[in-house]
């Protein structure tokens, strides 16, 4: 697995908590449940490189992958909303 960032940590913190499957918005903003993640698109593209995310629905949505789930964000605070 790759070697994650705090930044990158707590982006993916906010996400498992929100349940893991969100839409990119038209602005490709990342919204789960709701809420608009406060993090960059960059963040969620380095994450699905790393296997830790997954595009579907004609890269429209996003979910976590297994190695997702099973990554550890304990030691971080989840990213905030914007």
Do not use: P
Not at 32 to 61: C, D, H, K, P
Request: hydrophobic share 40%; with cysteine; proline share 0%.
């Amino acid at each position: 697995m790759a070697q994650l960032t705090d930044h990158q940590k707590a982006a993916l913190k906010w996400f498992k908590n929100r349940g893991g499957d969100g839409i990119f918005d038209k602005t490709r903003c990342l919204i789960a449940r709701g809420e608009r993640a406060g993090v960059m698109r960059q963040t969620w593209s380095f994450l699905e490189r790393a296997g830790l995310i997954e595009r579907y629905a004609e890269n429209r949505r996003a979910r976590i992958t297994r190695d997702g789930v099973l990554a550890d964000v304990s030691g971080v605070r989840e990213a905030d909303c914007a």
